[in-house]
Every structure is written in C-alpha cells, then in structure tokens.
C-alpha cells in the first residue's frame, strides 16, 4: 500500500531530471548577464508582482527552489508541486504564517505552509523562502544558487554573504536554523542532494525571533534579520578552477513541531577574489613595495591601488603605529581593503592625519582603530568578532561614527561623538574611558541585537537623544531589567534613563526609547508636542515604541534628576502619566510616590501595553492643568447649547468654544472664563445661539495662563435630531455613580465605559424613560484613574470623562 502511494505520488508530481540550463557565470569582462569578475548579487527584488511556478534555473537562472520529504528518500519536488492543484510561488508579509491548514486555492494561491516571496505588502523587495511546515511529513526546504567560473583565471577565495530573515514566528526552535552547505564539480551540478556537500557553518542562522509572540514580523526590521559572511579559502591552491562550477544550498527542516517559522533568504553577495595582496607587517601601506601576492608580503607587487576586483589583506599588531603617511584611496571597482586575513588578526590605526579612502572589511579577531574625527572610508562587512574603535579625547571636536553593522563596538576617550547613521551592534557596545562619555544619536537609530550588550568598562556613559534617533534593545520576556541609559544633552544631570522588564509568555520584543526636553499638553503623529506644561511635572518626555505592535505587558521605571522638576512638584504624589490614542493624558495613578535611586529619583508603572509618549506628574489632573470630565453639545429648537465640567483646574485663564462642519476645519463662536486655580469641580455652559442646520462638531480649546492650550473631545451634534442632557455624579468619585439623563422620549440608551487603555470594563444597554431618569454606574471594581463613558445616542456620539479617586 505504501509502495502504491508512492508510486501515484511520484506520477502526481511528475518528477524528472531537471536540465542542465544556465547558470550564472564569472567571466574576464562583464556582459549583459554577468559582473565579469565582479561580485553575483541576487535580491530577489525581480519576483516582485509576480505569482507564478518557481521553475529552478528558470525563473531565476541560476537560482533552484525544491524540496524532500522523509517519506520518498532523496527524491526532490519543484516547490511548486503537489498532489493536486500546483502551488504558485506568491507573496506573502508573514501573515500566512497564522493559516490553520496548508491549502492551495484553484487559481494556485497557497495558504498556510508553503513556499513565498516575503516582504512588507507593495513593497519591491522581497525574500525568497517558505512557512516551513508541512501537513503531510517531514521534510527539508532547499534554495540553491550555481555558479561557474567561466573566466581564464582561477578563483583563490569566495565570499559569502547573505541575510536571512524572519517573517513568521512559530515560537518552535528545534529546527529553526537556515544551515548552508556547498558542493563542487567539474561536471553540471542540477541536484540539491546528491553527491559530497560540505557544511560552512559561518553561515548557519537560527532564526532570531522565535522567543516572541506568535505572529507575522517584518522579515526586514534589524531585529529580525541576521547578516552574515564567510569565505571558502583556496589556501595555496584555488576555491574554483577555470571551467568548475560550484553549487551553494540554503536548507531548512520542514516541520510543524520543531520549526514552522517563516524563513526566507535575502541580499546574497557572492564575491571571487582573483586578485590578492598582502602587506608586510610593518611599514607604510601606502608603499605599494610593501605589498606582495604571498602571505607574508613578498613577491609580485601591485601596478597600483586603482586595479579592479582586487582585495588587499592588512597585516600586522601595532595598535598605535600610524601606517598610512599620505593620503590613500583603493579606488579599482569590486576593490577594497581587509584587515586581518582567516588566519592572522590584525590591526589598522587611523590617526588624525591619516586619510583613507576605501571601503574596509574587518576580520574576527582584528580591529580597526579610528582617531580621525571626521573619516572619509567606508565600512564593509566586519564580522561579528570584529572590533571597531572609535578614539576621542578632545572636548573641542565632535567625532563622527560612522553608519553601519557592527560586531563590537568600542568608543573611547570622553570627547564627543556622534553617529553619521544608523547603527547596529551583534555583539558588544562598550564605553571604555574613566569620567563622562557620550554618544550623541542624532536622527539616527543604534540597534543592539538581542543577546548584544551595552558596556560601561569605567567611567559612566550614556546615548544623547537630541533628535528622533532612539536606542533600540530587546526587553524579553524574563522579567530581566533592561536599562535605556538616554540623556537629553551630554551632561550628567541630563541623565534620565528609563528601565523595563515585563513577564508575560511569549511577551519579547525590541523596544525603542528617547527622551526629550519638556512636557506638552498635546502630542501630533509625529511625536511634536504643542502646549508646554512646566507646573506639577518633571520636564522631560520619554518616548518608547515596540517593534510588533501587541503582546507587551511593561513593567516601565522613569529616572530623573531633581533640578528638572516643574513649579509645585510633590514627590509623595509622583507617578508615570502615559499620553493615549486618545489625543489625552491618562491621568492612571498606578504607584504613585517618587522613590530615591542615587543621585536621582523614580516613578514605576506596570502593565502597559500601548505606547509612547510618557511623562512624570503629580497633580491629581495629571500633566495636563485641566480635569475635563465632560463635554456635550445638545441641540434645542433654534440653538445648541454647550455644557462641561471640570474636575481640577490650574492656572486655567479661558475655554474658547470652536465649531466646525467637517470635523477638520474649526473655528471659535464663544470664550467662557475659568476658574484659574482650583481643587473643586466647575460647571460651565455656553450657547450656540445661531447654529450650523447640518451636522456639526464642536470642541473645546481651554487656554492656560501661559498661553499654552489643549483640545477636548470633540462632541457632534446632528441637524434636528432628538437630543439629551447628560450628566455623572459625583464626579470625581469613589466608584459608584449615577449617569442622568433627560431624553425627549423613551429610548434604549447603548454604550460602554472604557479605560484610557481602550479596555472596555462596562456594558450600557438599558432602557431609559422620556424626561429625567438616572441609571447607577459602578465602577467600584476598577482601579482609580481616568474613565470615558461612550454613549450610541439618535443626535450622534457622546463621550463623558469620569474620574475615580
């Protein structure tokens, strides 16, 4: 019976020898289909738009796509096929991944575990791969790329480097590894599992985000893509003879319990080097009579520095020996300069004189030392035991550090430093001088992958946010505390980091914070605040993102330092505010009471869940000075009339009433005084007497003292519908209330009241009788804070503020 299923299974699949067709090929001149000697760069940004049958060596020559299962040996499936209806190869953002079934629709779309080309939804840069789990039997995912040296020299090293991505995580990590093997011949290779492959396991990746919730990721973001290189080094001898071919083969395990990530392979770069030289170990670099072809410097020298597709190895350990006398550019295309060789470390020292021009690779173990403030070189790839130092000790120059993906990254000396672009660190960041050192970020991210570390080796040190640049690090889901050291300015009183930590399952995940200077009433998408708010707060703001939006459960510290605090601050009421999608400050005293941490103090707040921005207050009304707690606007026969209250008010010189008949365009009708300073509820009302016949919006824009201002709610009112007053007492409360109200005609009254987290903790649906009525609302089970109470009315939305002490 097996044999028989095996049998309808191989004729299903039509399974055959693939032919023998193109692939790609290193030649002594670049053509139309080939960089000549020049690296093979595949992106496979040309499937974009595109859901087809991948055909290997077809649809991308050189490229092979296919598959094994336990079951049937060593036979290999096109990733298109299946039993039935053929799987086209389609695009996916990962949110396959969350399938039930693996399933192919008639027109060939697949579902659930199949192969994709990942990337974000419209975007042209996608990534070759699958969800790797399979409802019929283990099996292993194969991407192959062939390559042949069709040239007239041999190729003595090849580099490889490529970036693996995550687009799905199962959470399952048996088997989430993309391993990479690769095979030679002098004879076509067309299989992906025949004859003797050899492992490279430089280039074996576990897939990064598997601690995580269980959801798409963006298989781009750097927290979920891994970048790595590695070189098949031909010793005395070659790594691919003229006329030899070589195959290099991504795997991955196809099973649903030990893997059913979402994996994919992108941005492959496989470099031939032709032509090599090393240097002797000491002397001037820029001597080319200091370079030879052999491994010790002797031999044939170069013509120049200018010659194409030529890599030249670094040698020698002097770390402070300045060996450039002059200035030095490596300018041949496909050229460039490599410190350390596989089995020498080395290190390169720029001082401030020196000038290079090159773009520079750094080997494991080797390091490359920058003094010069502003350099003009480029960083290639520097593996993940590479270092990079950048050394500063001069308070009069900014040091510029330079964008790229680093292994270990050093910053010595305390004279300022800044990045030039975004950064991302695998292993280590480390700060290694005594007394004050800073980072300034600038508009530009500094990612430190999971596992990676921030170091402070002497002295103390922290990350200048001084533009929309963050520090960006992965908090898991150990209930480890992850400290954010961020400053506004490169002072030590500037000095405000924030710690997090949180528990939940599956709760991991990259979080990005920067602090800044002041408190603002109101916050725009672009994190802009208007309306400065320096009573009752600490003057600074904490902005924190999560990388996958849901899931996070954040226990958040706030540390700051006394001289920021705000006019008529108290520390026993102290507590973390939190600014909403709801366009307001949550007012949630969760634990209030600032507590002492070395020269600093703190404010804690757990459970959150939704981000960004965050502040430290004091006041019962929170940051802002005015406690609305609520706002309606009721039309009458020829007039509408405005109502709202207030809870506390500070320093509060006026509410300008402003109406508007397409909710974007808004204009004021009325002004009504404030109370100025007050701890006791206000009542306040204003009448539209020549009312708008149409739908209509109305807000309030309440006006402090300083000029400073802040919006309510809007309140819409319909043209000549049926209207109601409403009213919550008391308010502020302890828990039990009663909603009045004052319909026209009975009606049934629907809504809910939510928290400032948009949580809804009570259902309204309750009949109402015409006039005044009153319906109990208890909230006695909730903890204090802010409430808004939504009411479904027949003259459009209402929305009350309540507060619970």
């Not at 290190?347 to 520079?360: I, P």
């Amino acid at each position: 019976m097996k044999t028989r299923y095996f049998l309808l299974l191989l004729a299903a699949l039509g399974l055959g020898t693939a032919p023998a067709t193109a692939q790609y090929q290193f030649k002594n001149q670049p053509d139309a289909t080939s960089a000549g000697l020049g690296a093979y760069v595949q992106s496979f940004n040309s499937l974009a738009n595109t859901k087809a049958n991948f055909n290997s060596n077809t649809t991308l020559p050189g490229v092979y796509a296919r598959f094994t299962l336990a079951s049937f040996g060593a036979s290999e499936f096109e990733s298109y096929q299946r039993l039935s209806t053929p799987a086209k190869l389609a695009p996916d953002d990962g949110s396959e991944g969350n399938a039930t079934a693996s399933t192919v629709d008639a027109d060939g779309t697949p579902h659930g575990a199949a192969w994709y080309h990942f990337g974000t939804s419209g975007s042209l840069d996608r990534a070759l791969g699958g969800i790797a789990s399979t409802n019929i039997t283990a099996g292993v995912g194969y991407i192959g790329i062939r390559l042949r040296n069709s040239s007239s020299v041999p190729i003595k090293n090849l580099e490889i480097k490529y970036a693996m991505e995550q687009w799905y995580n199962s959470s399952n990590t048996q088997e989430a590894t993309m391993r990479v093997h690769y095979r030679r011949s002098t004879t076509p290779i067309t299989q992906l599992t025949t004859g003797t492959w050899t492992p490279v396991g430089e280039l074996d990746v576990p897939a990064p985000s598997t601690s995580t919730a269980i959801t798409p990721r963006d298989g781009n973001a750097a927290t979920n893509r891994r970048v790595v290189q590695a070189k098949l080094l031909g010793g005395s001898g070659v790594v691919l003879a003229p006329g030899e071919e070589i195959m290099v083969r991504w795997s991955y395990v196809f099973n649903s319990a030990s893997n059913g990530n979402g994996l994919s392979i992108d941005d492959v770069v496989i470099t031939p080097e032709t032509n090599i030289f090393y240097s002797e170990a000491t002397g001037d670099l820029t001597d080319k009579n200091r370079w030879g072809i052999n491994t010790d410097g002797s031999g044939t020298k170069p013509h120049n520095f200018a010659v194409d597709n030529t890599t030249f190895y670094v040698r020698g350990t002097d770390s402070l020996a300045n060996r450039i006398s002059s200035s030095w550019a490596i300018t041949g295309t496909n050229s460039k300069l490599v410190v350390g060789t596989a089995s020498e470390r080395a290190v390169l020292y720029l001082d401030n004189a020196a000038s290079l021009t090159a773009t520079v690779d750094v080997t494991s173990g080797s390091r490359l030392r920058i003094a010069k403030t502003q350099n003009t070189l480029t960083l290639g790839t520097l593996n993940l035991q590479s270092v990079v130092e950048y050394l500063n000790s001069s308070t009069a120059t900014t040091q510029r550090v330079n964008g790229g993906s680093y292994g270990i990254l050093k910053l010595n000396g305390t004279g300022p430093k800044t990045l030039a672009g975004p950064v991302l660190v695998t292993s280590d960041l480390a700060f290694t001088s005594p007394g004050l050192s800073t980072l300034t970020l600038a508009d530009h991210d500094l990612t430190i992958l999971k596992n990676g570390r921030v170091r402070t080796l002497a002295g103390t040190a922290f990350f200048v946010t001084n533009g929309k640049g963050g520090l960006r690090q992965t908090v898991s889901s150990t209930g480890e505390e992850v400290t954010f050291p961020v400053a506004t300015t490169a002072t030590a009183a500037d000095y405000t980091p924030i710690v997090l930590s949180q528990t939940a399952a599956s709760s991991e995940d990259t979080y990005k914070v920067r602090v800044a200077g002041n408190v603002y009433r109101n916050y725009d998408a672009n994190e802009v605040g208007t309306g400065v708010v320096t009573e009752g707060v600490v003057k600074k703001t904490w902005f924190v993102s999560e990388e996958v939006p849901g899931n996070s459960d954040i226990t958040l510290q706030a540390f700051w330092d006394p001289k920021d605090e705000g006019t008529g601050f108290d520390d026993a009421n102290a507590f973390v505010d939190h600014y909403t999608t709801g366009l307001s400050w949550d007012r949630v005293k969760q634990t209030p009471g600032a507590v002492p941490a070395a020269n600093k103090k703190a404010a804690k707040r757990g459970g959150v869940k939704n981000f960004s921005p965050f502040a430290v207050a004091s006041r019962t009304g929170g940051v802002l000075p005015v406690t609305l707690t609520a706002f309606t606007a009721q039309r009458s026969a020829a007039t509408v009339a405005c109502a709202w209250a207030t809870a506390t008010e500070t320093n509060s010189a006026y509410f300008v009433v402003e109406r508007s008949a397409n909710a974007a365009t808004y204009a004021e009708i009325g002004r009504v005084a404030g109370a100025g300073t007050s701890t006791r509820p206000h009542s306040y009302a204003f009448i539209d007497q020549q009312p708008l016949t149409g739908t209509t919006y109305y807000r309030l824009r309440q006006v402090d003292t300083d000029g400073s201002t802040a919006f309510s709610p809007v309140a819409v009112v319909q043209g000549g519908a049926a209207s109601a007053d409403f009213a919550i007492t008391p308010n502020p409360g302890a828990g039990r209330y009663e909603l009045r109200t004052n319909f026209r005609e009975a009606t049934q009254l629907r809504g809910r009241v939510v928290n400032l987290l948009g949580q809804s903790v009570l259902e309204l649906n309750e009949p109402v009788a015409a006039g005044e009525a009153r319906l109990p609302l208890l909230l006695t089970g909730q903890p204090a804070g802010l409430y808004l109470v939504q009411l479904a009315t027949a003259a459009g939305p209402v929305v009350l503020r309540v507060v619970k002490e």
